[in-house]
């Protein structure tokens, strides 16, 4: 006897949430979207999706509801705005957030929705990428109770290799926090170091197959390093945007916390110095430009 798969509904069909959709369609689970602008839906509804008017309306029609959206502004939009998923939610409900936002915020909307309607909320932000939600092999990393984490898991074990259960909710938005700390510094030493072999006349293009198995080594390297240096930054696989609203979260949560993050904030006032250039809406692999551009 086989038990049926639960019903989703997913908001957000952005450069991540497009691909995660194809995953879930693909492992069998009755899907509805919505999205902002419902043309960036058309390839998931020719795919077997349905479309969704509004965000009520995903909870009128599926058990589990995912939002992979930009930032807190957004989310609380989707979720308290007028026609909003708390307006329809309940308790036979989860809200499963795929979007990388402010612990403290999280919290705050998590006992918001609680309040509203006693729909659970599950904090799950991803790491990988473009390339890791296509493959399916994306690291996610929850805040939430036991039981809405078990409800949800196997949607998110169609979504990434690994899932990690690192607290209450707010734990997972912490720890994408600290993984974003780890990748924008990373990218931006990255970006220093193909400019600099660029400028002694070595080829930076090369950087990445010399380092690779040695300290030195990681994901990032081993994408950015070649894009920088062949001066690729299309298609855009993410957004310098994306990574200076996580290292401004990572800041504020570290004055919160009183902890010391002197290396991010760096990194944060670079990604700005970067972004005012233009760059807010291309990819970090663009960051080379910036080291380029010093005598």
């Known amino acids: 006897m086989t038990t049926a798969l639960p019903s989703l509904g ?29 043309d960036k839906c058309d390839a998931l509804l020719e795919a077997g999706a349905r479309f969704a008017e509004t965000p009520a309306q995903l909870c009128h029609e599926a058990d589990i509801v995912l939002t992979c959206l930009a930032d807190v502004v957004a989310v609380r939009s989707v979720v308290f705005g007028e026609q909003g998923i708390a307006s329809a939610g309940s308790a036979d409900h989860v809200l499963v957030d795929l979007s990388s936002l402010d612990p403290s915020a999280t919290r705050e909307m998590a006992a918001e929705l609680a309040a509203t309607c006693a729909m659970a909320w599950v904090d799950a932000p991803v790491s990988g990428g473009v390339q890791g939600a296509e493959a399916g092999s994306l690291a996610i990393m929850v805040g939430a109770e036991d039981e809405p984490l078990r ?58 197959q010399a380092l690779a198995g040695g300290f030195a080594d990681s994901k990032p390297l081993q994408i950015l390093a070649g894009q920088m240096a062949e001066s690729r930054f299309a298609p855009i696989k993410w957004h310098v945007k994306t990574l200076l609203k996580d290292l401004d979260s990572a800041v504020k949560l570290s004055h919160e916390q009183g902890s010391a993050t002197p290396v991010t904030g760096l990194a944060a006032q670079l990604m700005r110095l970067h972004g005012s250039q233009g760059h807010l809406e291309h990819d970090p692999a663009t960051l080379v430009e910036l080291y380029r551009g010093l005598s």
């Open 151 to 208: 409800r949800v898991r196997e949607v998110l074990l169609s979504l990434g290799e690994r899932v990690t259960h690192m607290g209450g909710v707010g734990a997972g938005q912490v720890t994408k926090a600290c993984n974003q700390m780890i990748v924008a510094c990373n990218a931006l030493v990255i970006a220093e170091a193909v400019a600099l072999a660029e400028r002694s006349g070595v080829d930076a293009r090369l950087l990445a």
């Open 10 to 38: 997913f908001a957000g069909v952005g450069l991540m949430g497009l691909p995660m959709c194809q995953r879930l369609l693909a492992a069998g689970y009755p899907l509805i979207v919505w999205n902002r602008s419902a």
